[in-house]
């Protein structure tokens, strides 16, 4: 599946699943997939990357602030059904 986002592993940069869980891409060019690589959640972290990036990246977004939801899920789901314009 992640081979439909990705041509190559080397495009991807960093990445969390749906439960703030980091991933990494592997395969071979066209077979990309994704596999954790921690078994705990990282939601601190993934937080302040996804503020980091509406800080300086989203520039025409209409606050410039992410998702607040409380719940982690809940936030992960917001942040990939916001649209932000680069």
């Given at each position: ?25 592997y ?7 994704l ?52």
């Amino acid at each position: 599946m992640a081979n439909e986002l990705f041509d190559s592993a080397d495009e991807f940069f960093e990445g969390y699943d749906g439960h703030g869980r980091s991933v990494r891409a592997y395969g071979e060019p066209g077979r990309v997939a994704l596999a954790l690589t921690s078994a705990e959640s990282r939601g601190d972290e993934l937080r302040a990357r996804v503020e980091h990036y509406y800080f300086v990246f989203a520039a025409r977004h209409p606050t410039r602030l992410p998702p607040q939801e409380t719940n982690l899920v809940a936030f992960i789901r917001a942040v990939a059904e916001d649209w932000v314009e680069e």
